[in-house]
Each structure stands twice: as C-alpha cells, then as structure tokens.
C-alpha cells in the first residue's frame, strides 16, 4: 500500500512535467505546418517609396531612424545558466534526462514507470526526517516525585504556552494561499510552525524521568515532523513537490500527535495525585484516550 501511495503521489506531482515531455519528444522534428501550393495568388505590383534626406546629412531620412551614437558591442559574454536549486526545479529537470536516457537506450532502458518511482523514491530522500533519539535528551535515572511533577509541568506548560488560539488551521491557510495567492498569509504558517519547533526544543531540554523515555521521545519526533509539514506548506509556490510529499506524512502525523498525548497522559496517569488543579500537567487530561474515543 505504501508503495501505490508513492505512485499515486509521483504522477500527481510530476504528471505535468511527464505529459509535457512526452508530447515534446513525440513531436520533436515534426513540421510545424503544411502549405499548398496549387493555388497561389499573383503577388500585388510593388510601389517605389520616394527617398528622402530632409537634413542633408547623406543619410536618408528612413535610415536615420536607426542610427546612434551610442556604441555597438558585439560579442559580450552570454548570460550564464544557473541550475535551479528547489527539489521541484531539481527533480524536474533530472526526470525530464531520465526519460531521454531510457528513449535513447530503448529496450536495455528503463521504463517510464520506474523513472517515476526512482523520482519519487529521490523526492522522499530529499525530504527524509532524521529521527531524535536517546543521545539527545537527559535522562534521570531513579527519579522522584518532585522530578515526575516537574517534568510533567514542563511539558505542559509548553503546550500552553505554544497554543494556537484564534488562528485558523494550517490546511485553510495553505488553501487560501493556494488557491487565491494569499502570499500575505505566509507569515501564519510560519507562527505556526514555530509553535511546534519551541515544543520540540523544550522537550528535548527537559530532564526526563526515565520510565517517561519512549512517550517523550515520541512527542519530541511528532513535534519535529509537524514542524517540517508545516515549514514545507511555506514552499507551496515556490517549491511545491515539497509541499505535496509533506502534506501527505502531515496527516499521519496529526494521529501520530495525538497519539502520542494520549501515552503521555496514560504513563501520568498513574501520578495524578501529585498535581492540583492549577498545574500546567493537567492539559494533559485533555488528552485521555478514553474521552477521545467515545
């Protein structure tokens, strides 16, 4: 299944690019047009323009028009190329090679079909997420209740502290963008994305009780990949195959999210009586697995 899904995402994303080479190299050397010439008409008689030179200066007055003092330079240097250095642009221009190189090598050639999942494939490299792990956190070993509550303080007055309260969701800002070219509303995402990375940088500050290791891993690794959807949703316009490979983890991202709160509030649970109702930790409560599935 993952497999289709890369397939499906390659011809969406390239499927312009794809369509466009095709139809160039089907065409290519093809005359452009067909003229007949059975039926010409007789050219119309051709009338002498008078030749003027109203100030006299040996130059007639149509070849005037033309003439400058400024000098003529023949022979600068020509514009150089400059490769583009988006993946969409970079990708784009590989594809396009690709399919030349397998035309060109016919049979021994790949097909069309693995030149789009080798691009795919490249794409998701591009986009790779490295993962945060147990060399990145301070763990403490035999950690007491003071160290529980403070811990779970911290994490939860992260959240708060990072809400989104009176923003609109990522997905209708990246629609309005898209749609109509709200560029001014990049910014949103930006405020957006920068919730997550202070999340994840003041998960991976914490000290962590030990038995908490794998729950806070995995929030700081969805805190991460959220911020990297939604950083990429800032390249719609100028780098969209980005956008659309993120767009598609975000979803799973947005369960692994809420997942991952649900552990956390599973592994404080046992814990509750160290926390009044005034300690940042109780957000957590929000997130009971219990009361999101009913």
Known sequence: MRGMNQRILGAFVIGFSLVAGAYTWVNFGEPRSSYSLSSQEAAPI???????????????????????????????????????????????????????????????????????????????????????????????????????????NIMGGSIIQNSQTGLASELEILSDIIANQKTERLPELALIAGFYKSMRDEALAAPVPSQFTKEHLDLINVYEALYQDVTAMGYSLEDPAVTLLRIRRYQDDVLGLQLALGNMYSTLEPHSALFTANDPATIFSTFNPNNLTQ
């Open 46 to 152: 051709r009338t002498a323009i008078a030749v003027t030179d109203n100030d006299n200066n040996g130059i007639e007055d149509w070849r005037d028009v033309f003439t400058t003092t400024e000098p003529v330079i023949i022979g600068g240097p020509a514009a150089s190329y400059t490769p583009p250095t988006t993946v969409t642009g970079r990708l784009g221009i590989g594809l396009f090679e690709d399919f030349v190189r397998a035309k060109n090598y016919g049979p021994f050639g790949r097909s069309q079909e693995q030149v789009v999942t080798d691009t795919v494939n490249e794409l998701a490299r591009e986009t790779e997420q490295v993962l945060y792990g147990l060399s990145d956190v301070s763990i403490l070993d035999n950690a007491n209740d003071t160290d529980i509550k403070n811990y779970a």
